[in-house]
T-cell receptor
């Protein structure tokens, strides 16, 4: 099955700095890579995603890159703000034979943006 | 749209009791997922449905766990009998079917405590 590794587990940055979170996956059949933000007491919220036919995607201060050959993808947050503080999860999804999808999550990164 | 709705938000019960968690997916979504989140194991997929039919229940930990989806707007996850190790946050998520990849939208979760 798929295995997704995520690093670092905790990340502390100063407000205005950039934050980078990295993930690797094992199954070359995975073709969809979403990132989720989870605030305390809430469910994970999709913030950006990338498909395997794209190398990079950007949405305002958030960008994601994908290297299919190396099987790794990264989340980049620029100009961080205190409200970016949360736990971030990467995930990898692949289609299953006969239909259906399987989403495997990384272990999460606790991001803290300090004033 | 109100998003994915889960109830109750918190549940405290004694070991051996039956627990039923409820979920209303986003209208029009074909897929419904049940996840469990713990510090030790992270986010784990328990079971998912496509058009009300269970597709993959390989993540259901034991026969004590069961899930149903009687119609497109309602699903339940039942634990009978409950045990302290079932304490976790249980999330329901739903998704439309868009070919090679699709977004999953999570509910706010049910925090279950079994004493």
């Amino acid at each position: 099955g798929e295995n997704v590794e995520q690093h670092p587990s905790t990340l502390s940055v100063q407000e205005g700095d950039s934050a980078v979170i990295k993930c690797t996956y094992s199954d070359s059949a995975s073709n969809y890579f979403p990132w989720y933000k989870q605030e305390l007491g809430k469910g994970p919220q999709l913030i950006i995603d990338i498909r395997s036919n794209v190398g990079e995607k950007k949405d305002q201060r958030i960008a994601v890159t994908l290297n299919k050959t190396a099987k790794h993808f990264s989340l980049h947050i620029t100009e961080t703000q205190p409200e970016d503080s949360a736990v971030y999860f990467c995930a990898a999804m692949r289609r299953l034979t006969g239909g259906g999808n399987k989403l495997t999550f990384g272990t999460g990164t606790q991001l803290k943006v300090e004033l | 749209d109100a998003g994915v709705i889960q109830s109750p938000r918190h549940e405290v019960t004694e070991m051996g009791q039956e627990v039923t968690l409820r979920c209303k997916p986003i209208s029009g979504h074909d897929y419904l997922f049940w996840y469990r989140q713990t510090m030790m194991r992270g986010l784990e997929l328990l079971i998912y449905f496509n058009n009300n039919v269970p597709i993959d229940d390989s993540g259901m930990p034991e026969d004590r766990f069961s899930a149903k989806m009687p119609n497109a707007s309602f699903s339940t996850l039942k634990i009978q009998p409950s045990e302290p190790r079932d304490s976790a946050v249980y999330f329901c998520a739903s998704s439309p079917d868009r070919g090679q990849g699709y977004e999953q939208y999570f509910g706010p979760g049910t925090r279950l405590t079994v004493t």
